[in-house]
Nanobody
Framework: QVQLVESGGGLVQAGGSLTLSCAAT????????MAWYRQAPGKQREMVAA???????TYVDSVKGRFTISRDTPKNSLILQMNTLKPEDTGVYYC???????????????WGQGTQVTVSS
């Protein structure tokens, strides 16, 4: 099974930016729609951004206009560019196949360790 490894998190001040990467051990394009998820402290994990194989992007309202999801196909990676970060963006970020917001995944992969994003006010 394809394994996913997230990286790029850190501590940043409100208004700052971070770029997250999700490296896959196999072809990410074979997995169908991919997504980034966020689990804030004390809350359930939620999907915040998704991208289909055709490149169509979907975002949850709270990140629209600030986050950009993309694929780096040669590197088998999923990218999340996060700008104008807010304290409420704090959480552990994970990647996986898109499984919410109407998406029906071809596969559901094991969840990785995630990468911690902390936004200070």
């Amino acid at each position: 099974q394809v394994q996913l490894v997230e990286s790029g998190g850190g501590l940043v001040q409100a208004g700052g930016s971070l770029t997250l990467s999700c490296a896959a051990t196999g072809s990410i394009n074979s997995l169908g729609a991919m997504a980034w998820y966020r689990q804030a402290p004390g809350k359930q994990r939620e999907m915040v951004a998704a991208i289909t194989s055709a490149g169509t992007k979907t975002y949850v309202d709270s990140v629209k206009g600030r986050f950009t999801i993309s694929r780096d196909t040669p590197k088998n990676s999923l990218i999340l560019q996060m700008n104008t970060l807010k304290p409420e963006d704090t959480g552990v970020y994970y990647c996986n196949t898109a499984q919410e917001m109407g998406f029906i995944p071809r596969y559901i992969l094991n969840w990785g360790q995630g990468t911690q994003v902390t936004v200070s006010s």
